[in-house]
């Protein structure tokens, strides 16, 4: 059984910077991807950035240049790096992790992006 917690949301004003921290137990295995996905209310869960076991970083259109996605193996947790965030960042983010053991989500930390 896998489990993920989030950490590092809040309320911040536009401009500025946020860091969350996915936190992974569990066994995860050997090939996999892990990342950030988020959802407004009335939308759907969208992709923020993910990265593969091999490296391979891929993230959406619109938080290209401002979010970045990274991960400490060792201690088993993902981060992502948010700056120049915009009213528009304002969601529930959630990591998430698919991989040879199944796919496992956590509950989400709410981020808002208000003046």
């Known amino acids: 059984q896998v489990q993920l917690v989030e950490s590092g949301g809040g309320l911040v004003q536009p401009g500025g910077s946020l860091r969350l921290s996915c936190a992974a137990s569990?066994?995860?295995?050997?090939?996999?991807?892990i990342g950030w996905y988020r959802q407004a209310p009335g939308e759907t869960r969208e992709l923020v950035a993910t990265i593969t076991s091999g490296g391979v970083t891929n993230y959406a259109d619109s938080v290209k240049g401002r979010f970045t996605i990274s991960r400490d193996n060792a201690q088993k947790m993902v981060y992502l790096q948010m700056n120049s965030l915009k009213p528009e960042d304002t969601s529930v983010y959630y990591c998430?992790?698919?991989?040879?053991?199944?796919?496992?989500w956590g509950h989400g930390t709410q981020v808002t992006v208000s003046s």
């Open positions: 998430r992790v698919a991989g040879t053991r199944g796919l496992y």
């Open positions: 569990g066994s995860i295995g050997g090939s996999y991807t």
